[in-house]
């Protein structure tokens, strides 16, 4: 067996060199084939597998592109201020700050001290969520048999635990997430109406406005009613851009908003970094 020694292992695993999986990241990210037009240099480049995760640091101005490849991925999303893990996404005051429980194009997610941590800058699909949150271990071993990270059916929190680990998080460091692709809607009655996604090809694209550690969890919609666990690829790409500044539409569209990018912006002033 070509693999039984040690030499024969090394030399079977150097031949895999330049081998492309369907899911994989791609490194450097500029080696990706297809980099979309508008996108400058890339920096990230990943198709990630349904019942995986994947996690970046990305710098102040990044642009992030998701991309629901078959119309069945689910991007589960946190955010930190990079050097500063206590500020992280808060989903409550987002959707409180807002006046709006619907993510889309214009809005901004908040950290818990009202500033912006990014800004959602382009939307093909409408089909979000802020109100469920990801799945749990109990939740999926009740569902589907089994939840753990190395079952064929994980549950986002699982994965979200060895994305945060792998940036010196812990579980305690984990709030309620945002998913995109899986809508959820409430009806006139208040109860939550899982609406699905917008099918294959959609993308929503985020921009940093601080630098920012993204955990993602590519799992099924803990509202998806479906027997199956169901989870298709995603499509990370990542390019650098410029962030909100004065005078941008997205800056003054309300005013709540225009508050939360001055508080950004007074914020990385005294550190020096804007």
């Known amino acids: 067996m070509a693999t039984a020694t040690t030499h024969g292992a090394r030399e079977h695993a150097r031949a895999q060199q330049g081998t492309r999986a369907e899911t994989m990241p791609v490194v450097p990210a500029t080696d990706w084939q297809d980099p979309p037009r508008e996108a400058g240099p890339l920096v990230w480049a990943e198709t990630v597998a349904g019942g995986n995760y994947t996690h970046k640091v990305l710098a102040r101005g990044t642009e992030l592109r998701l991309t629901d490849l078959a119309g069945d991925a ?110 959820v809607e409430i009806t006139e009655e208040g109860s939550p109406h899982f609406t699905g996604s917008a099918g294959p ?23 998806d009613p479906r027997p199956a666990y169901t989870s298709t690829p995603l499509e990370v790409l990542a390019w650098r851009a410029r962030p909100t500044t004065a005078g941008d539409p997205l800056w003054e569209a309300t005013p709540e908003g225009r508050r939360a990018f001055l508080n950004t912006t007074e914020f990385l002033a005294t550190r020096g970094l804007a």
């Not at 709006?100 to 979000?128: I, K, P």
């Not at 959609?202 to 969890?217: F, H, K, M, P, S």
């Open 201 to 223: 090809g959609a993308a929503v694209t985020l921009r940093a406005e601080q630098d920012v550690t993204v955990l993602i969890a590519n799992v099924p919609h803990p509202a």
């Open 74 to 183: 689910c991007a589960h999303l946190l955010l930190y201020v990079a050097d500063r893990p206590w500020e992280r996404l808060n989903v409550a005051d987002t959707v409180k700050v807002q006046w709006n429980a619907y993510l889309g194009a214009g809005r901004l997610l908040l950290s818990d001290q009202g500033r912006v941590l990014a800004s959602v800058v382009a939307d093909t699909s409408g089909r979000h969520d802020a109100l469920c949150g990801t799945s749990t271990l109990v939740r999926n071993t009740g569902r589907y048999g089994d939840g753990t990270p190395q079952s064929a059916s994980p549950a986002g929190r699982e994965l979200f635990k060895l994305a945060a680990a792998k940036n010196g998080l812990t579980p305690r460091d984990l709030p309620p997430s945002l998913s995109f692709f899986q809508g």
